[in-house]
């Protein structure tokens, strides 16, 4: 029996001869929509669900079929239900790029968020520091107008003073100098002086005294000694130098000069013109030599006729020039041992006893050269030699007011040094100032200063050293605010005035009450006719001896 083979049944093909596609539609699919599309197409999604909610843009465009979207597949409901909604609840998934991005966004709101509130501390931190500056700066002026006010109330009425010499009628003004204008003056580069002449003898200080203080310290003694105050043109050295320069004076006379704009007193200084030479002196009768006390305090003392007590300004003045005078030899060793300069002193008569008697001095003539052939002479003074070549001034401080039944100097001095100091340095700027510049023009070395209180503050006769103190003179002046360029600047501009003048005698006058000087145009016979009195009165009673004599003899006859 022969194998059954199986057969093959060709498949029905339903042939288009007229293109692709199905020539007849089976009765399965009849009322099905058809959407027409390309083989072109590409296939994509059957279904995206979330595409009415979320749609990727970068597959925007992939799957768009080229015959367009159709309406076949749309959906139509015969009835408007409007009041259905569809909702969404389910949250859609971001792509990967997104999904930190609110992360980050958040990150730099904060960011931003933190700068903005930074910018808005700062300003405010910015607008209360200015509130508070103007607060500051008013509470400070309120502060100063109620101190001020204060003082004023406390000083009263405004003080005049009087000048130190009566202006007479016929003396004329001839130039006023306000302070703020020579303050602004300045003459720098000055070279070092030339040593002329030195005459005097020095003793040495006794160290001892730099130990002192408030627990041990000293009474304060009386030194029977001539201190000798010549003025220029009485001085016999000068007038051997009168080949050596064209301007001549006095350290106390030039220190006064250039640290005028301190002063608050009034003084005088009488300006000689001879020829090409100015010479500078002060009047025979005049106070120039006493030394201010408070001078330059908000409170100055008061010198009423009333209260002429031991506290007024006058008797001040001439208790500090005792204690001054009196320290200046105490602190000094009593031996025969001295500093001797080339020639002896030039106030000296040749007297034994006289010459052991007179204060221990050195006076240096020296000359600086101000520029514009003006060569100025001065006589400058040394009080003590602290080692051979070494010399120094000594001066005195002294307390006359107490608080509490007891002077500050007494509880501060010791521990409180500097306070005592800058206090002194407010109160009696002129006068600290005056000596500070003496001691720069004579070259000493040091300036020591003693601080000398009253033993009972009712008691202006009886004192104590409570301690001493050591400067160098040029610190000191930069400690105070001393220029030496201002003051040469001030001599400087009062000579330069004066050569312009014609021979004659001027007088330099410190206004008492108003921050100026000013320079009269006196007679040459001013202040001289004391003098002239005094020799008239002399010569009339020698007449009158004579006449006595004579009618003696006559009647013995």
């Keep these: 029996m022969a194998a059954e083979r199986s057969h093959f049944i060709a498949p029905v093909i339903q042939d288009n001869p007229n293109g692709w596609g199905p020539t007849s539609v089976s009765d399965a699919f009849k009322g099905i929509p058809y959407q027409p599309f390309s083989k072109g197409d590409r296939l994509g999604k059957i279904s995206d669900w979330s595409g009415t909610s979320f749609q990727d843009r970068r597959y925007q465009n992939k799957y768009l079929n080229q015959f367009g979207g159709g309406s076949q597949y749309a959906y139509y409901h015969e009835e408007d239900e409007s009041s259905f909604h569809l909702v969404d609840t389910s949250r859609p998934q971001k792509p990967v790029y997104m999904r930190n ?7 730099k709101m904060n960011r931003d968020r933190e700068r903005q509130m930074q910018r808005q501390q700062a300003g405010m931190q910015n607008l209360m520091k200015s509130r508070d500056k103007r607060l500051n700066r008013k509470l400070q002026k309120q502060y100063a107008n109620r101190n ?27 130039e006023e100098m306000d302070f703020p204008r020579l303050s602004k003056l300045s003459l720098p580069s000055i070279g070092e002086p030339e040593d002329l002449v030195k005459c005097g003898e020095l003793e040495y200080y006794d160290k001892a005294y730099d130990r002192v203080n408030i627990k041990t310290e000293v009474p304060l003694a009386m030194v029977n000694r001539v201190f000798h105050k010549v003025t220029t043109t009485d001085d016999p050295v000068i007038r051997t130098l009168l080949s050596k320069g064209n301007v001549f004076a006095t350290d106390a006379i030039i220190s006064t000069l250039m640290t005028c704009t301190r002063s608050v007193y009034s003084w005088d200084i009488i300006v000689q013109r001879v020829g090409k030479k100015l010479f500078f ?18 409170e100055t003392p008061n010198d009423d006729s009333a209260e002429k007590g031991i506290n007024s300004a006058t008797n001040l003045a001439l208790e500090a020039t005792f204690i001054n005078q009196n320290f200046s030899q105490q602190v000094l060793k009593r031996s025969y041992e001295r500093e001797r300069f080339d020639q002896p002193n030039p106030f000296v008569v040749e007297d034994v006893e006289e010459e052991a008697k007179v204060a221990s001095v050195g006076y240096r003539y020296r000359k600086w050269n101000l520029g514009d052939d003006i060569d100025v002479v001065v006589r400058c003074e040394h009080d003590a030699a602290l080692a051979p070549g070494t010399y120094i001034n000594v001066k005195a401080l002294n307390e006359w007011e107490s608080k509490a039944g007891m002077g500050d100097w007494r509880q501060k001095l010791d521990t409180q040094r500097g306070a005592v100091l800058a206090t ?7 006068k600290l100032a005056k000596w500070t510049v003496a001691s720069v023009l004579s070259g000493s070395e040091y300036l020591k200063i003693g601080y000398v209180s009253r033993k009972n503050f009712m008691d202006s006769t009886k004192h104590c050293i409570l301690g001493t103190q050591q400067f160098r003179p040029r610190e000191l002046a930069s400690q105070m605010n001393l220029s030496m360029d201002n003051g040469w600047g001030i001599i400087r501009c009062i000579v330069d005035y004066c050569m312009s003048l014609s021979d004659g005698r001027y007088l330099i006058l410190k206004d008492p009450n108003k921050g100026m000087i000013r320079i009269y145009d006196i007679p040459n016979n001013t202040f001289e006719s004391d003098e002239e009195d005094d020799e ?22």
């Design 101 to 107: 991005r609110n992360r980050f966004n958040q990150r």
């Design 148 to 174: 001020n006010w204060q003082d004023r109330r406390n000083q009263g009425p405004q003080k005049f003073r009087n000048a130190s010499v009566m202006v007479r009628e016929e003396w004329k003004v001839i």
């Design 281 to 298: 002196d002060k009047r025979d009768d005049s106070e120039f030599d006493l030394l201010t006390v408070n001078e330059t305090a908000i």
């Design 424 to 430: 002194e340095l407010k109160n009696n700027s002129c």
């Design 536 to 557: 008239d009165d002399e010569e009339d009673d020698e007449e009158a001896d004579d006449e006595e004599d004579d009618q003696g003899e006559n009647g013995e006859n």
